[in-house]
């Protein structure tokens, strides 16, 4: 799925005029948070991952990570990620750039508590250099929201972020 699909569908509310397209990769967190000059807590990424049905997203803080006992007791199995392929095949989107927007009718999407500490926040739209800025409110709305879950865990300040502090 492309970028321009993502804005065709962020058209329903107005909004596909907003997606940002960056000359700098946003596939991770931290080049994301970098080519935005934002915390990469802002981040919005999207977790792909295995279901019973196929596959679900999980969207979460960029300084968050799934805790596997909340997250199995919320769903009532393991985590697993989805492959490169499978994410692909099954999302329409290409790692780097799966988002909750124009998604197949089947995947569930599922946004984190971590996300409600932000008045804005940045997921991507379908490709690797590509997000839009909105509101919890807002994301809820345009992905569909199956509902809000509480399956992360901040990571620790100084890890896994690069040593970039974030509060």
């Known amino acids: 799925m492309s970028v321009e699909a993502v804005r065709a569908y962020l058209d329903r509310w107005g909004r596909g005029k907003d997606v940002q397209e960056?000359?700098?990769?946003?596939?991770?967190?931290?080049?994301?948070?970098?080519?935005?000059?934002v915390l990469p807590a802002r981040i919005a990424k999207s977790i792909s991952l295995k279901s019973p049905e196929g596959a679900i997203i999980v969207v979460a803080a960029g300084d968050t990570k799934l805790d596997n006992k909340k997250f199995k007791t919320q769903f009532g199995y393991k985590a697993s990620m989805l492959s490169p392929e499978d994410a692909l095949r099954l999302t329409g989107h290409a790692i780097g750039g799966?988002?909750?927007?124009?998604?197949?009718?089947?995947i569930?999407?599922?946004?984190?508590?971590?996300?409600?500490?932000?008045?804005?926040?940045?997921?991507?739209?379908?490709?690797?250099?590509?997000?839009?800025?909105?509101?919890?409110?807002?994301?809820?709305?345009?992905?569909?929201?199956a509902a809000w879950i509480d399956v992360c865990q901040t990571v620790s300040r100084e890890t896994n972020l690069g040593g970039r502090l974030i509060e």
């Open 108 to 145: 569930k999407v599922y946004l984190d508590a971590s996300l409600k500490r932000f008045d804005t926040i940045f997921p991507a739209c379908g490709s690797s250099n590509s997000m839009i800025e909105l509101t919890p409110a807002e994301l809820e709305a345009y992905s569909n929201s």
């Open 22 to 37: 960056k000359a700098l990769s946003t596939a991770t967190v931290l080049e994301a948070a970098a080519a935005l000059g």
């Open 98 to 106: 799966v988002c909750p927007f124009a998604l197949p009718p089947d």
